[in-house]
């Protein structure tokens, strides 16, 4: 996967629309995947258990909002 998240690249893996609509308003049409933006993400309750496993992460159960995620996330993430 890039570095970046499109909205294009969540509509195409069906994303959830109100998620979706949480992104762009959050970020536009496009972020770039770092911590100050999985920070972000988290903090308005985007969903980053779906994210992982759509990046194929296996074994990651987080609440949403659960700012737990976010180093955990970004671990696999930069390893991938």
């Known amino acids: 996967m890039a570095n970046?998240?499109?909205v294009k690249w969540l509509t195409e893996r069906r994303a959830?629309?109100?998620q979706v609509k949480h992104f762009q308003e959050l970020f536009g049409e496009e972020a770039v995947v770092n911590l100050e933006n999985l920070e972000k993400a988290v903090a308005i309750g985007l969903?980053?258990?779906?994210l992982?496993?759509?990046l194929g992460f296996v074994k990651f159960q987080y609440q949403a909002q659960d700012q737990k995620a976010v180093?955990?996330?970004w671990k696999r993430f930069t390893k991938s």
């Open 4 to 6: 970046k998240i499109t």
């Open 16 to 18: 959830c629309v109100g």
């Open 47 to 50: 969903n980053l258990n779906w």
């Open 52 to 54: 992982a496993r759509e």
């Open 71 to 73: 180093p955990d996330f």
